[in-house]
């Protein structure tokens, strides 16, 4: 017979652990520990670390007893993209940035948040913000804060659920309030500020005060003398009713008179009533004649010095509805506090701010409202206001995970009012009003899985989907429509949730999450299972049958990374933690047996789509914990370790099972600057194995002759380095010879 040849050039396919090594395809391999499958036609040894200053970040010094990181990935820290920079100052100053900035956000288990700026260039710059919750004592580290970035603001929860937190927001401000007045209030003074607030989108409180009080409505004869005080903040508005007109169009009828607050982003409050005053007499209504109509309508607000509204406060606006009987509140002044007045949200506005001599704010002209307004507070907002809350306040409201899709946020794991009293809602997700992400009325919710013993874990979205995780199933919410009576249920997955927020992240082809039984994606056309070529059992072994795991996509490499969590165990390969990659371009796996250092708190991505890992880690020159991010340097460029790597081919039987061959050589098309050996297994039992030396930084191609041939049915080559040093292997060409059957062999 004559000599044969088989040719293995390529191995995308990477592992495949669920058939025999004989049934495997010719593009797959049986093992890949330390090798990498991202170059089509190639395998190399990967560089998972770089441990170098230009490859991490110092977060944050973490003082004894070194554990207040968050609490597991999922939590604690986010990077993200901003038009403006943060200044390492007291007063948190930005400016601009033409490129944009990267920033990243730490928040540890004590309740500090640390910001670092400009953290593509700086590395190690932070700035550490302080306490941004009541503090908890040093044994009881309560605060676990999530992150969601949306829309250039910052917001955070305590996902504990502490009875004394409330929802943070933190944002950039590019305008003052009322007047450029430099000496007047801080809190008024916003251009070129980053300001930490809470995310609350509360109603005005009026207080207990009468005739000289704040959230009345004043004759404007009696505005300059009764404007507001200094301890509280409503503002009083100014009127004067006409007696003779024959113009106005408002029916003859007792009006009441409300206010609310404007937010940014147009968030508005419920609606608080105010005390009217007709004289010197104080009603909970004004009479409207027949034709007559409101004049003098104006604004007035405490000087600087007494003013303390939240930063997040843009505006006002009055209100009216009849007496007894009206329910909508209809539109009367709207109010901006840098802008002025208007009497419509369509007009635009045509007054400023001044500050008086009596030391009050007020708009320097009057509006007159002849008509009843066609905007009503229910058409403005989308809401009823008899709705018992709209927003996260204190007692404990809060969430655990959040997640923006199109205008709207949604938010899972909530702790808020059930109509009446606060609870835990683990079925439910509730969701903003359009474009207004702390408006979360307590009647926009949906239940799935009601009273099923499980809870939301995670959520993400992808192509107007939301993914949402239990411990055992997931919901896929179609929420496209701008309408929620337009959304719907389009899969419920069981047996397959996740048991942490780490196990879940997302890519351009879809989300990608795994557990104990695999890695799996939804990319708009139902379920794939990535790991189909791995068995379960191999897969769950890899993180010590640990099912909290954490993904990370390595944008530049176009692989999926899933990492194990917690500390290091034994570093023998008999029981390790280790990294499963998956080569999106190849659809094959590798791993990664040694375990990343330490911690693993969740990963995050630079502008040039590196991955790197949270973690805490410990700097023998500093002598204490640092909290770092660390490169996952998968790359061909030569591994530091001096560790064994290695891959194994198919078990071949080159299409002849129990047929003897006769096997002559091996040629190797490789560069290496590392030995790389190559074993021959055959029979399933026997092995020889030749060292490949010296460095090449071109491929050449090194011949491995056995003393004699070797005879067997099938064989089964793998290739090792045991030295730092990359090795490249672009093709394996096997000799042999097809042996012909004997009248009595056969």
Same mark, same amino acid.
């Given at each position: 017979?004559p000599?044969?040849?088989?040719?293995?050039?390529r191995?995308?396919?990477?592992?495949?652990t669920?058939?025999?090594d004989a049934?495997?395809?010719?593009?797959?391999?049986?093992?890949?520990?330390?090798w990498?499958?991202?170059t089509?036609?190639?395998?190399?040894?990967?560089?998972?670390?770089?441990?170098?200053a230009?490859?991490?970040?110092n977060?944050?010094?973490?003082?004894?007893p070194?554990?207040?990181?968050?609490?597991g990935?999922?939590?604690?820290?986010?990077k993200?993209?901003?038009?403006?920079d943060?200044?390492?100052?007291?007063?948190?100053? %930005?400016s601009?940035?033409?490129?944009?900035?990267?920033?990243?956000?730490?928040? /540890?288990r004590n309740?500090?948040?640390?910001?670092?700026?400009?953290?593509?260039n700086?590395?190690?710059?932070?700035?550490?913000?302080?306490?941004?919750h009541?503090?908890v004592?040093d044994?009881?580290?309560?605060y676990?804060?999530?992150?969601?970035w949306?829309?250039?603001?910052?917001?955070?929860?305590?996902?504990?659920h502490?009875v004394?937190?409330?929802?943070?927001?933190?944002? *950039?401000?590019d305008?003052?309030r009322?007047?450029?007045?430099?000496?007047s209030?801080?809190?008024?003074?916003?251009?070129?500020?980053?300001?930490?607030?809470?995310?609350?989108v509360?109603?005005?409180?009026r207080?207990?005060?009468?005739?000289?009080?704040?959230?009345?409505l004043?004759?404007?004869?009696?505005?300059?003398?009764?404007?507001?005080?200094v301890?509280?903040?409503?503002?009083?508005?100014?009127?004067?009713?006409?007696t003779n007109?024959e113009?106005?169009?408002?029916?003859?009828?007792?009006?009441?008179?409300?206010?609310?607050?404007?937010?940014?982003? /147009?968030?508005?409050?419920l609606?608080?009533p105010?005390?009217?005053y007709?004289?010197?007499?104080?009603?909970?209504y004004?009479?409207?004649p027949?034709r007559?109509?409101l004049?003098?309508?104006?604004c007035?607000?405490?000087?600087a010095?007494?003013?303390i509204?939240?930063?997040?406060?843009t505006?006002?606006?009055?209100?009216?509805?009849k007496?007894?009987?009206?329910?909508r509140?209809?539109l009367?002044?709207?109010?901006?506090?840098?802008?002025?007045s208007?009497?419509?949200t369509?007009?635009?506005f045509q007054?400023?701010?001044?500050?008086?001599?009596?030391?009050?704010?007020r708009?320097?002209s009057?509006?007159?409202?002849?008509?009843?307004?066609?905007?009503?507070f229910?058409a403005?907002?989308?809401?009823?206001?008899?709705?018992?809350?709209?927003s996260?306040?204190s007692?404990g409201?809060?969430?655990?995970h959040?997640?923006?899709?199109?205008?709207r946020v949604f938010?899972?794991?909530?702790?808020?009012y059930?109509?009446v009293?606060?609870?835990?809602?683990?079925?439910?997700?509730?969701?903003?009003?359009?474009?207004?992400?702390?408006?979360v009325p307590?009647?926009?919710?949906?239940?799935?899985?009601i009273?099923?013993?499980?809870?939301f874990?995670?959520?993400?979205?992808?192509?107007?989907?939301?993914?949402?995780?239990k411990?055992s199933?997931?919901?896929?919410?179609?929420v496209?429509?701008?309408?929620p009576?337009?959304?719907g249920?389009?899969?419920e997955?069981?047996n397959? %949730?996740?048991?942490h927020?780490?196990?879940?992240?997302?890519?351009?082809?879809?989300?990608?999450?795994?557990?104990?039984?695999?890695c799996?994606?939804?990319?708009?056309?139902?379920?794939?299972e990535?790991s189909?070529?791995?068995?379960?059992?191999?897969?769950?072994?890899t993180f010590?049958?640990?099912?909290?795991?954490?993904?990370?996509?390595?944008?530049?490499k176009?692989?999926?990374?899933?990492?194990p969590?917690?500390?290091?165990?034994?570093?023998d390969?008999?029981s390790?933690?280790?990294?499963?990659?998956?080569?999106?371009?190849?659809q094959?796996?590798?791993?990664?047996?040694?375990?990343?250092?330490?911690?693993?708190?969740?990963?995050m991505n630079?502008?040039?789509?590196?991955l *790197?890992?949270?973690t805490?880690?410990?700097?023998?020159?500093?002598?204490?914990?640092?909290?770092?991010?660390?490169?996952?340097n998968?790359?061909?460029?030569?591994s530091?370790?001096s560790?064994?790597?290695?891959?194994?081919?198919?078990?071949?039987t080159?299409?002849?099972?129990?047929v003897?061959?006769?096997?002559?050589?091996?040629?190797?098309?490789?560069?290496?600057?590392?030995n790389?050996?190559?074993?021959?297994?055959?029979?399933n039992?026997?092995?020889?194995?030749?060292?490949?030396?010296?460095?090449?930084?071109?491929f050449?191609?090194?011949?491995?002759?056995?003393?004699?041939?070797?005879?067997? /049915?099938?064989?089964?080559l793998?290739?090792?380095?045991?030295?730092?040093?990359?090795?490249?292997?672009s093709?394996?060409?096997?000799?042999y010879?097809?042996?012909?059957?004997?009248?009595?062999e056969?």
């Amino acid at each position: 017979m004559p000599k044969t040849f088989a040719l293995y050039s390529r191995f995308e396919k990477g592992i495949n652990t669920r058939i025999d090594d004989a049934d495997i395809g010719a593009e797959s391999l049986a093992e890949a520990d330390g090798w990498s499958v991202n170059t089509l036609g190639e395998i190399n040894t990967i560089n998972v670390f770089s441990m170098e200053a230009d490859s991490m970040f110092n977060l944050e010094e973490l003082s004894a007893p070194h554990d207040t990181a968050p609490q597991g990935s999922g939590y604690g820290a986010i990077k993200v993209e901003s038009d403006y920079d943060y200044n390492h100052v007291t007063n948190a100053t %930005g400016s601009y940035a033409v490129n944009g900035t990267s920033l990243v956000f730490f928040g /540890d288990r004590n309740g500090n948040l640390t910001v670092i700026n400009d953290v593509e260039n700086t590395k190690g710059v932070r700035a550490v913000i302080g306490l941004i919750h009541a503090d908890v004592p040093d044994d009881q580290y309560n605060y676990n804060p999530s992150f969601l970035w949306h829309e250039g603001e910052l917001r955070w929860a305590n996902a504990n659920h502490d009875v004394d937190n409330k929802v943070k927001w933190m944002g *950039y401000f590019d305008r003052d309030r009322f007047v450029a007045d430099a000496s007047s209030n801080a809190h008024n003074r916003l251009s070129g500020k980053w300001i930490i607030t809470d995310a609350t989108v509360l109603k005005p409180v009026r207080p207990a005060q009468s005739n000289n009080g704040n959230g009345n409505l004043y004759p404007v004869t009696d505005i300059t003398t009764k404007h507001p005080q200094v301890s509280a903040n409503m503002p009083n508005f100014s009127y004067q009713l006409t007696t003779n007109s024959e113009k106005g169009t408002w029916a003859a009828a007792d009006y009441e008179f409300g206010m609310t607050y404007i937010y940014r982003k /147009d968030q508005e409050s419920l609606v608080t009533p105010l005390k009217v005053y007709v004289g010197n007499s104080e009603q909970e209504y004004l009479n409207i004649p027949k034709r007559q109509y409101l004049t003098h309508l104006n604004c007035t607000f405490k000087n600087a010095s007494g003013t303390i509204l939240d930063e997040r406060m843009t505006g006002c606006r009055l209100y009216s509805r009849k007496h007894n009987g009206g329910r909508r509140w209809r539109l009367v002044m709207d109010v901006d506090f840098s802008r002025g007045s208007r009497l419509n949200t369509f007009d635009l506005f045509q007054n400023s701010w001044s500050q008086t001599s009596n030391q009050y704010y007020r708009l320097n002209s009057y509006l007159e409202r002849r008509d009843p307004s066609v905007e009503t507070f229910e058409a403005l907002n989308g809401i009823m206001n008899d709705e018992h809350k709209i927003s996260f306040e204190s007692g404990g409201h809060g969430w655990e995970h959040a997640k923006a899709v199109g205008r709207r946020v949604f938010y899972i794991g909530v702790k808020y009012y059930d109509d009446v009293n606060v609870k835990y809602m683990r079925d439910r997700v509730f969701y903003s009003q359009p474009a207004k992400p702390d408006v979360v009325p307590v009647s926009n919710w949906i239940d799935l899985g009601i009273n099923d013993g499980d809870q939301f874990i995670a959520l993400e979205s992808f192509s107007g989907r939301l993914c949402l995780f239990k411990r055992s199933k997931i919901y896929i919410l179609n929420v496209q429509a701008g309408n929620p009576a337009g959304w719907g249920l389009e899969a419920e997955i069981d047996n397959n %949730g996740v048991p942490h927020p780490s196990n879940v992240t997302n890519t351009r082809y879809g989300i990608v999450w795994a557990n104990k039984y695999g890695c799996f994606m939804y990319g708009g056309q139902g379920v794939q299972e990535l790991s189909a070529s791995i068995s379960p059992e191999i897969w769950i072994d890899t993180f010590n049958d640990n099912e909290k795991m954490i993904l990370g996509m390595n944008s530049l490499k176009n692989q999926l990374v899933v990492a194990p969590t917690g500390a290091l165990v034994a570093s023998d390969n008999t029981s390790y933690q280790g990294l499963w990659m998956y080569n999106f371009d190849a659809q094959g796996w590798s791993r990664y047996k040694n375990s990343i250092y330490d911690y693993n708190d969740g990963f995050m991505n630079d502008r040039g789509g590196e991955l *790197y890992y949270f973690t805490k880690q410990w700097d023998e020159d500093e002598e204490a914990s640092f909290y770092r991010a660390l490169k996952i340097n998968i790359t061909e460029d030569g591994s530091t370790e001096s560790r064994t790597k290695t891959f194994t081919l198919k078990e071949d039987t080159l299409g002849s099972p129990g047929v003897m061959k006769r096997f002559y050589n091996v040629k190797v098309e490789l560069k290496n600057e590392a030995n790389a050996n190559l074993t021959c297994k055959f029979n399933n039992s026997g092995a020889i194995t030749k060292t490949l030396s010296s460095a090449n930084t071109g491929f050449v191609t090194k011949i491995f002759t056995p003393a004699s041939p070797i005879e067997s /049915d099938r064989m089964q080559l793998s290739f090792s380095s045991d030295s730092a040093g990359g090795v490249t292997i672009s093709n394996v060409v096997l000799e042999y010879r097809t042996k012909r059957l004997r009248i009595s062999e056969s």
